[in-house]
């Protein structure tokens, strides 16, 4: 029957992309261009009588085929995108924009250029409206390869000074991929969104020319208007202008303190950290140390000898003054579970050592500040610098053993 009919060829036409789906996560290509070449000749088998494009999947297993294909040319795979253009409007500038990246990471940066311009000038009545987002990243990317023009025109005018042309071709060019650029890339980010890049690249443009309050407004507005998703990145471009046009450190500390609510695991609480140490007031060196704390509960900065140089410089001077041993116990107690396992165990302490004097130097002041002279990685790593006769372990002994009610005090 034909209700038999369409169940069958529905199960069919689902085993034969789950066997697409697995050859392309086998990266058996061939294999897989074999079962999409069946999947679409059954469609039109099938469907003989009445007309079916290709759909969105075709398109996208096609060209990820065609991408890693052994045997597959720029030609055919240019000539199916064709095709996939030609075969819906409303996947037209999707197609247009997937085809441009091809293009672009194949160094046919002129090529990608002539298709967004094409893709720009396209129109299809009541589509253009409804696509006009994705109108608008078509226009930024080639806002984006005006930028990388001008900056190729820049770095030439820079390399050999103006003095070195005596007519002004490459500055009037420079400055017309400037204009194409701005207008492009300034429409874009006003859309709420994630557009790093273009931001980066317009506030290069807006620098360069010397428009520092435009480059501050734009910053601004990403990394501050609500309608924006939360980007870390956005406050770090900021920070990074700010600290270019150097700006007070009140106001680069406000926005750092921003970027370690959201991700206090971020590099730039080195800079965060030795900023809030330097300052005279109080509350700031309190928020120094929660900083470096915070940071080192993560894997990626176990061993990082900055930090663990800027935790053991301000548990130091705490000890030494003792004030505010307060701050580090209310520190300690929601870590005093699992840092120990998960920093001053004896293995760490073994590799520690042999792989990095200094950071099992600055790792032991600490570990024997929060955990005493018997600690497993302070004991390791003692015996070893002394033995080595290393004044500055010599030194960490004495001062650890001399300060060892410390810790008890710490721990409550």
């Not at 034909?2 to 069958?8: D, I, T, V, Y």
């Not at 003054?321 to 579970?337: M, V």
């Not at 120990?340 to 302490?349: E, I, K, M, R, V």
């Amino acid at each position: 029957s034909s209700q038999e009919h369409k169940s069958n060829f529905k199960k069919s036409k689902e085993a034969c992309l789950s066997y697409i789906q697995d050859a392309m996560l086998q990266k058996q290509w061939k294999r897989a261009a074999e079962f999409l070449t069946f999947y679409v000749e059954s469609l039109e088998k099938d469907f003989s009588t009445e007309h079916v494009g290709p759909s969105e999947i075709i398109w996208r297993i096609g060209s990820e085929i065609l991408c890693h294909h052994p045997r597959a040319s720029m030609r055919e795979f240019n000539s199916f995108i064709e095709q996939m253009k030609t075969s819906s409007v409303k996947r037209y500038l999707k197609v247009c924009l997937e085809h441009s990246f091809h293009l672009l990471c194949n160094g046919l940066i002129h090529d990608a250029y002539q298709n967004l311009s094409l893709a720009e000038s396209w129109r299809f009545g009541e589509q253009t409206a409804i696509q006009d987002k994705e109108m608008k990243l078509i226009q930024a990317y080639k806002g984006l390869l005006d930028y990388y023009s001008w900056s190729k025109q820049k770095n030439i005018l820079l390399e050999h000074g103006q003095d070195g042309f005596e007519d002004l071709s490459v500055e009037q060019e420079m400055h017309s991929y400037f204009r194409k650029a701005a207008m492009n890339l300034k429409e874009i980010i006003k859309i709420p969104g994630v557009w790093d890049l273009f931001v980066k690249c317009y506030v290069d443009l807006l620098e360069f020319y010397g428009d520092h309050n435009e480059a501050r407004q734009v910053l601004n507005e990403y990394a501050y208007n609500s309608k924006f998703p939360a980007n870390p990145n956005a406050h770090v471009y900021l920070y990074q202008f700010l600290k270019r046009r150097g700006e007070s450190k009140k106001s680069l500390i406000s926005v750092l303190k921003i970027l370690h609510d959201i991700v206090p695991s971020h590099e730039l609480m080195i800079d965060f950290n030795t900023m809030l140490q330097k300052s005279k007031k109080r509350k700031k060196r309190r928020l120094g140390l929660e900083v470096i704390f915070a940071a080192l509960d993560y894997a990626g900065w176990k061993e990082n000898v900055k930090a663990w140089s800027c935790l053991s410089r301000q548990m130091k001077q705490i000890v030494i003054s003792e004030k505010h041993l307060n701050w580090i116990k209310q520190e300690w107690s929601s870590r005093k579970d699992w840092w120990p396992a998960f920093h001053f165990s004896h293995y760490l302490a073994k590799g520690n050592w042999k792989e990095n004097e200094s950071l099992s130097y600055e790792k032991a002041l600490v570990a024997g500040i929060l955990l005493g002279k018997d600690c497993k990685y302070f004991k390791y790593v003692s015996h070893q610098g002394c033995k080595a006769k290393v004044k500055r372990f010599q030194i960490l002994k004495k001062f650890v053993n001399k300060n060892n009610p410390v810790h008890l005090r710490i721990s409550g």
